[in-house]
Nanobody, 121 residues
Framework: QVQLAESGGDLVQAGGSLRLSCAAS????????MGWYRRAPGKQRELVAL???????SYADSVKGRFTISRDNAKNTVYLQMNSLKPEDTAVYYC???????????????WGQGTQVTVSS
């Protein structure tokens, strides 16, 4: 069981920056993929960014060039640097970990509680 704790959400003006952090309860070396998702009011949860254990990243088109995901395995932490924030980035941001259990040939998903990001116009 992987536990995730997000932090860094805040109220910020449009054009500003925030950095979200997600601390994992165990070594991230054993976690295959870490990611950030978000859910805006009245909308479904959507993928924001992913980073695999080898450092490969991918982003939603809406955040490319503005957001950067990174991971620090020594600190068991993944980050989401968000620049040039827009009001439409307002959402609850969730950290996700995907782990593959080879003994059972199965994947498991783990989620944090979420952190609120509000961007004012």
């Amino acid at each position: 069981q992987v536990q995730l704790a997000e932090s860094g959400g805040d109220l910020v003006q449009a054009g500003g920056s925030l950095r979200l952090s997600c601390a994992a309860s165990e070594s991230m070396i054993s976690i295959n993929v870490m990611g950030w998702y978000r859910r805006a009011p009245g909308k479904q949860r959507e993928l924001v960014a992913l980073i695999s254990s080898d450092g490969t990243t991918s982003y939603a088109d809406s955040v490319k060039g503005r957001f950067t995901i990174s991971r620090d395995n020594a600190k068991n932490t993944v980050y989401l640097q968000m620049n040039s924030l827009k009001p439409e980035d307002t959402a609850v941001y969730y950290c996700n970990a995907k782990r593959y259990y080879s003994n059972f040939d199965t994947w498991s998903d783990y989620w944090g509680q979420g952190t609120q990001v509000t961007v004012s116009s």
